[in-house]
């Protein structure tokens, strides 16, 4: 068992930044791929970003791609998305998961952990 908590929500202008945090307990964290997912009321999650068991290799959805950065820190058993110049259309719930799989993955159901997910609302 893995458990995953967010944190780094929260209300800002568009423009600003925010830096999510994903802490991670249980089982090794470094035997997991970590992803990024986000969720709007009323839409399907969505992918937002992968980093490998190392951090060496990493993965966008495009239209995050040069705004968002996903990383790691194996150390502290946390996994981080650094949020830069956000839209409002970046609202949304943002979830991590945990991947035991060998190969980064955008597929939610390839995913075997999930944290409870933390608000980020970005204002006009």
């Known amino acids: 068992q893995v458990q995953l908590v967010e944190s780094g929500g929260g209300l800002v202008q568009a423009g600003d930044s925010l830096r999510l945090s994903c802490a991670a307990s249980?089982?090794?964290?470094?035997?997991?791929?970590m992803g990024w997912f986000r969720q709007t009321p009323g839409k399907e999650r969505e992918f937002v970003a992968a980093v490998s068991r190392s951090g060496a290799a990493t993965d966008y959805k495009g239209s995050m791609k040069g705004r968002f950065i996903i990383s790691r820190d194996n150390t502290k058993n946390t996994v981080y998305l650094q949020m830069n110049n956000l839209k409002p259309e970046d609202t949304a719930v943002y979830y991590c998961?945990?991947?035991?799989?060998?190969?980064?993955?955008?597929?939610?159901?390839?995913?075997?952990?999930w944290g409870q997910g933390t608000q980020v609302t970005v204002s006009s």
């Open positions: 998961a945990a991947d035991s799989g060998s190969l980064l993955s955008r597929q939610e159901n390839w995913y075997d952990y």
């Open positions: 249980g089982r090794t964290f470094s035997l997991y791929n």
